[in-house]
T-cell receptor, first 112, second 111 residues
Framework: EAEVAQSPRYKITEKSQAVAFWCDPISGHATLYWYRQILGQGPELLVQFQDESVVDDSQLPKDRFSAERLKGVDSTLKIQPAELGDSAMYLC??????????FGPGTRLTVL | GQQVMQIPQYQHVQEGEDFTTYCNSSTTLSNIQWYKQRPGGHPVFLIQLVKSGEVKKQKRLTFQFGEAKKNSSLHITATQTTDVGTYFCAGQGFNTDKLIFGTGTRLQVFP
């Protein structure tokens, strides 16, 4: 069964460093989402792509976060510089028709 | 902005007991989805409800969408240890693809 791939699975970094996360959605899924999930809370949408275009990045802290999906397939989320409060699980999801979302295993970020 | 709340936050039950989680949106929804997240895992889609008053069943799970399309519930009959996890509802408004996830209900089942 097709799955959403994410790497790395775990990342430990020091504050002020740069980090990057990668996501490969299910083949053929035009819509890609990046979520942040703080322990004990629900996922919060950071950015949504339709093909290579951003359709919603209203909750993305643009002073330090950036996301791209250059060829409309895989995507990268970057944080520079990382802050202590960025420690969370970063989840990538994809969907075919804006309904059911398929989530990847996530990247757990710890900022020291 | 749109908010989605769930109650209870935690529920501990004995295996075989029933369980219900309730979801309430601050705004009328186009549809509502339910996801399950096992400890250490990622959210997995369970179901989507679209119509006012809709009721759907999946084996021991019963999902309901309120008449006003602002609330929903998930009921599990005769819980099993495999039901352990956090259940999230996620609401989608009109003219948007954005899903707003609820606060989640964490279910623990004791054998």
């Amino acid at each position: 069964e097709a799955e959403v791939a994410q790497s790395p699975r775990y990342k430990i970094t020091e504050k002020s460093q740069a980090v990057a996360f990668w996501c490969d959605p299910i083949s053929g899924h035009a819509t890609l989402y990046w979520y942040r999930q703080i322990l004990g809370q629900g996922p919060e949408l950071l950015v949504q792509f339709q093909d290579e275009s951003v359709v919603d990045d209203s909750q993305l802290p643009k002073d330090r976060f950036s996301a791209e999906r250059l060829k409309g397939v895989d995507s990268t989320l970057k944080i520079q510089p990382a802050e202590l409060g960025d420690s969370a699980m970063y989840l990538c999801a994809s969907s075919l028709h804006h309904n059911e979302q398929f989530f990847g295993p996530g990247t757990r970020l710890t900022v020291l | 902005g749109q908010q989605v709340m769930q109650i209870p936050q935690y529920q501990h039950v004995q295996e075989g007991e029933d369980f219900t989680t309730y979801c309430n949106s601050s705004t009328t929804l186009s549809n509502i989805q339910w996801y399950k997240q096992r400890p250490g895992g990622h959210p997995v889609f369970l179901i989507q409800l679209v119509k006012s008053g809709e009721v759907k069943k999946q084996k021991r799970l019963t999902f309901q969408f309120g008449e006003a399309k602002k609330n929903s519930s998930l009921h599990i009959t005769a819980t099993q240890t495999t039901d352990v996890g956090t259940y999230f509802c996620a609401g989608q408004g009109f003219n948007t693809d954005k899903l707003i996830f609820g606060t989640g209900t964490r279910l623990q089942v004791f054998p």
